[in-house]
């Protein structure tokens, strides 16, 4: 199986900071990662597929990027909303697709 | 506004089978793939498996032997077993969907069930 790995797994920001996130593969997947949001109790939601592309509804304050091993996530300008746990996955290499063990984003 | 929904027992005794349903409302449950993941406590997500209409299947290879998935069209639901339970299948369990192109990007999940598996 593809491990992914995120860095960090906690980090406290403030409301309007930049805060970038790391997925790191253990192997190349091209550009097939996505990033999810997950909030406690609520139903995670996909942020980012492909590497870059922004699902539609999500605002544009978050961004991703990378390709091969090396990807990330950048919030542009933190809100109150944004504080959740986000997780990377791969859907190159299946079965099965992997996730990252998830970094929490705190005030 | 589509909407998924798990249902099924919270707890489980070990060796027995948990059994969990995911209803779909608002969309058509046809051409879609329907996944399955897990989350234990204080661990990482875990992809279980998915399934198509169609029939067609894949499932986590660590788990494919205990693993069955199947779908009601017309009742818009599918559903998950999984047999010989312990106490490492408790999790929260999440049903989700991906597209006939992504079938393992998730755009939608439920809020998740909680299982435990217990005597």
């Known amino acids: 199986d593809i491990q992914m790995t995120q860095s960090p797994s906690s980090l406290s920001a403030s409301v309007g900071d930049r805060v970038t996130i790391t997925c790191r593969a253990s192997?190349?997947?091209?550009?097939?990662l996505n990033w999810y949001q997950h909030k406690l109790g609520e139903a995670p939601k996909l942020l980012i597929y492909t590497a870059s592309n922004l699902q539609s509804g999500v605002p544009s304050r978050f961004s991703g990027s990378g390709s091969g091993t090396d990807f990330t996530l950048t919030i542009s300008s933190l809100q109150p909303e944004d504080f959740a746990t986000y997780y990377c996955?791969?859907?190159?290499?299946?079965?099965?697709?992997?996730f990252g063990q998830g970094t929490r984003l705190e005030i | 506004q589509v909407q998924l929904q798990e249902s099924g027992p919270g707890l489980v005794k070990p060796s027995e089978t948990l059994s969990l349903t995911c209803t779909v409302s608002?969309?058509?449950?046809?051409?879609?793939?329907w996944s399955w993941i897990r989350q234990p406590p204080k661990k990482g997500l875990e992809w279980i498996g998915y399934m198509h209409n169609s029939g067609n299947t894949d499932y986590n290879p660590s788990l494919r032997s205990r693993v069955t998935m199947s779908v009601d069209t017309s009742k818009s639901r599918f559903s998950l077993k999984l047999n010989s339970v312990s106490a490492a299948d408790t999790a929260v369990y999440y049903c989700a969907r991906g597209s006939m192109t992504q079938p393992r990007t998730f755009d939608l999940w439920g809020q998740g069930t909680l299982v435990t598996v217990s005597s």
């Open positions: 192997q190349s997947i091209a550009n097939f």
């Open positions: 608002g969309a058509s449950i046809i051409s879609y793939y």
């Open positions: 996955q791969q859907s190159y290499s299946t079965p099965p697709t992997t």
